[in-house]
């Protein structure tokens, strides 16, 4: 019974109180807030408005990581710089996988390229340069050259 009495005499009423200030506070802000003189720690006449300016970043330092190696020179000739140009990409046929076939231990798939169907197995040519890498339940790899793509069912 004790509880109850410290509970509706004691705490309620300061729940009350403090929720109330915050309230208060709240609802008579003033948006104009500015600290005392004694306590900005800045004279008044000091305090003003930053002014714009404009403002240079310099890089001209050294890199604080690579001390010890020299500095390489900004400057370029586009006529020392090597062009690299792109390989030639290699058409690939139209692959389409429909299925694989598993044989007892030989496994093969079913494909149609350029709209012809072939059964084949591993390492068996699909074109003249194309060939069967890996032949997995739902994808097949194929390699050409060094090139080498995936197609899926």
Known sequence: MKNKKFTYFVLLPAVI????????RIVTKNDS???PEKYSGIPKKERSVVENKDYQLLNNYKDPFY?????????FNSDEQEINKP???????????????????????????????KILQVQENVLEDYIVSVITPDSIKISSQGDSRWFKR
């Open 87 to 117: 390989k030639k990409e290699r058409k690939w046929p139209v692959i389409r996988l429909n299925g694989y076939i598993l044989n007892g231990n030989k496994i093969k798939c079913h494909l149609t390229i350029n709209g012809e169907d």
């Open 17 to 24: 109180t403090i929720w109330g200030l915050i309230v208060y």
């Open 33 to 35: 807030f500015s600290l």
């Open 67 to 75: 001390q010890h190696l020299p500095q390489a020179d900004e400057t």
